[in-house]
């Protein structure tokens, strides 16, 4: 969820360009949905070009054919008047007469019907093409002369390959916009929700996303997973010479994973009480409890990586969030209203952890292995104690893999233990990290799995717990 381009000159017209291109492939696709007979999602996709490029009246004229189909008549008026005004082209104003007069024709507005049928004429159309049109106002046929076809989607879909959930509902958040707020109680380690991205981004390219790949990205959806994109939410509208397109993916996106229409609604907090994790082999993001979560709380997830967030100030965090994600935090960690002291506190633990680990590769780990164990446990105290219930296992490893290193298999199981049950709650038993620590409880003496295990004999660390 970020954007690291943020700096960049764009001309007006240079702007024009990509704002046409990308409402060029919002418009094709809206004719592959009309054409499949999803009119909503048609109707949806040709008003997203229309606001991409309000002048062109192609999206228009193309959006009062879908209204014709809806037998939204009133709408269809509107549509085809507003293409009359905006196209120059002859054929193209000849369709929007032809559209206005049915849609006119089916309010029973017969003279006003008969009207654009005229000017059709004056437009150079020939006669035979609207003789039936004429036939019909003659007759004052009642009956539409529009199939109805059967609509085959929803205005704002699911995405199909979403799992169902009813775990939470999209509510106001205020300054945030939308949130998710838990429908009922939630567990740690429970799963809250599921998402296949839209697309699939890998770790590496993801901060490479740029006007071009997120185009190209975009181009490869279904119809109704364009809407759904389109419906996510914008914060990087200041920077002109970025796309739409990218600046939606950079502001939903996951690192390592893409945008989940689902999990991509969840807002930030620096005390989260949620996980998002993307389970590569499966393809597959899922969102985790972190801690119990109560009836009608907010549902929140860490934008920033975890050092990013428990080893930093509100301060910093708040600089990163602002020059990467485009806003300023107003979790419970970061907000003044909850009281100054409380985040000078805060600032002081996080200060703190950063200290310790920063200090970790630093410790000798034949003769300071009890320091670098006892920094272990304060590290993962002061996390709890900010109600940060994440990443313990960033230390737990760092524990277990120092008393492996002194044969201490009791302890190092012991630390295992704890990292296995931080990835179980938290990313998933089928996580890779989650199965690293399996491994390593099944066998802590596997030097694969901890480097130097078994290279120092006699200490004992059983007194070091948390
Ligand atoms: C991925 S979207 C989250 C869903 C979004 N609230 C919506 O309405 O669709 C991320 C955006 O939500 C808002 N947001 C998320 N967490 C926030 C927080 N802790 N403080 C302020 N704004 C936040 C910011 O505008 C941010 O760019």
Redesign the pocket.
Known sequence: ?SLTYTSGEISTRERNEMMTSIAEVVKNKGNEAFKDGDYKIARSLFSHAMAFEPENGVYVLNRSAVNLKLNEWKDAENDAAAALQLCRDPGLKRKALYRRSQAKREQGLTGEAREDLNAFLLEGGKREDIEEEYQKLDRGLEQSPVENLPITATEQPTNTRTLQDTAYEMKD?G?????AFATRKLHRGEVITADIPLFHIPEALHYAVSNKLAMQAVRRLEPYEIVSFLS??N?HTQHQHVNPLSAIYH??AFDGCGVCIRA??????CVPNARFAFLKSRGIGRMFALRDITIGEEICVSYLSGRNVYGSTSEERQLRLLSF???????TACSPEDGLERIRASDARRRQIKVIWERLPNYNPRTQAESHLNDCVTAIKLLREEGYYADADDFAIEASALCAMHSDWESSTYWAGVMFEAGLRELGFDHERTQNAWSILQNPQDSRRQAGAGMFRGQRFTNIRL
């Open positions: 969820m958040s300054l945030k916009g939308l949130g996510l939410k914060s502001t939903n991509s609604r969840f807002n930030h907090s994600y485009g806003f300023r935090c107003t979790c």
